[in-house]
Each structure stands twice: as C-alpha cells, then as structure tokens.
C-alpha cells in the first residue's frame, strides 16, 4: 500500500511539473536535453533544411555496375587526401550514367574527385606514374595534364541557384 501511495505521489507531481512549464514562441525551438531525469544545457532544435541538394550527374561509365566513390572536399590543403575529406559518398549505378543527390551539406565552396571502383577494392588504382587505372572525374570536368588538380581547379559554387553539377568520367 505504502509504495503505491509513492508512486502515486511521484506520478502526481510529475504531472503538475510538466503543467506548470509553458513554452513561449520564442522558447518553441529549444530542446532540454535530458541526463538520467536531470536537465542540462538547452539546445536548439534542428530545422528541416529548405536548401537544394546538390545534384551530381556523371556520364559514361567504365562498368554500370562497379560502385562510384565520391570524395567532397573544402580547402586546398586537403583536396585529394583521403584523410582531408569532408565526406565520403559512395553510390551504386544501374548504367552507365548516374543521377546522384547529396542533401547534407551546406551551401558554399567545394571541390568533387570521383572514381569508379571497378574491382571493389575500396581504393582508386593507379599505375606506377601514379595515374588512375580506374575510370575517375573531378568537379569542373578538370582533366589533369602533367600535374595533379589542385584545389582551385576543381572548385565550384554550391547555393540555390547553382545546385546541379554534370561531369563526365575520363580514362
């Protein structure tokens, strides 16, 4: 009898704490985050993003089916390090052409390289010269001539306007 009157009593307060805590409309988009039962610091909720996804169409395709790894980049320092990416996206054809969307990233400056992993091996291949063996591409439809692409070769605009990328696979 006695816990029931507890729990009675636990459930009758916690009832009048979550009455008595009105939110304002300024307050709405705030989230207290919780840690066993105790608040702490209120985040900000995040707000469905209304932004255009960057689409990315690629054509002619070694294989229609070998996955396509996209490597997003966004400073000079890190363009082609797999390590200095700022993400990795990998994307399965049903031709040889592919329509892909990336949907979470923000507007801004960025830099594409793109391979083919034709034997799945989870890297770009390349010859003893350090060219690619597999089909690849990169934003702008740079082609490389003596030297590797830098940064400022392949870098593009990402916003609403200009949210769609055509690019073509070499080799």
Known sequence: MKTRILLLSIFTIAVVRCGDKKVSEEQSDIVYETVDGEEITPTKKQKKSSR??????????????????????????????????LKEYRFMPDGKTITAQITDQEYGEYAISIYQDENSNGKM????????????????????????????????????KSN?????MLN
């Open 125 to 160: 291949d390349k010859n003893f010269l350090g060219i690619p063996k597999e089909g690849y591409c990169l934003s702008n439809n740079f082609r490389p001539k003596l030297k590797a692409p830098s940064y400022d070769d392949c870098k593009f605009d990402y916003d609403a």
């Open 52 to 85: 255009e996804p960057l689409t990315i169409i690629i054509t002619d395709l070694r294989s229609a089916d070998a996955p396509i790894v996209l490597g997003l980049y966004k400073d000079n320092d890190s363009f082609l390090h797999e390590k200095g990416r």
């Open 164 to 168: 769609t990328i055509k690019l073509n």
